[in-house]
């Protein structure tokens, strides 16, 4: 999980690099920073869309197999 701090980090270096440019350090400390960052919001969604229970207009719970399966082992369903 990325830290605030490190969100003002990757916000300072952008702005820089559009200001002044970013020295060979700040070009690799850049891509680590927005790695993680991109890593946590993918893990993040990975997790909320495999929480999503879908139900059609009858009430009939038809979330896809795969969904299920992943929920069951992640503890969030109780059956398959």
Partial sequence: MVTEVQIARINELAKKKKTQGLTEAEKV???ELRAAYI???KSSLRHHV???KVV???GNDITPEKAKKAQYEKGLRDTL
């Fill in 29 to 31: 400390e850049q891509a």
């Fill in 39 to 41: 890593s946590g919001v």
């Fill in 50 to 52: 495999e929480s999503i």
């Fill in 56 to 58: 059609d207009p009858d």
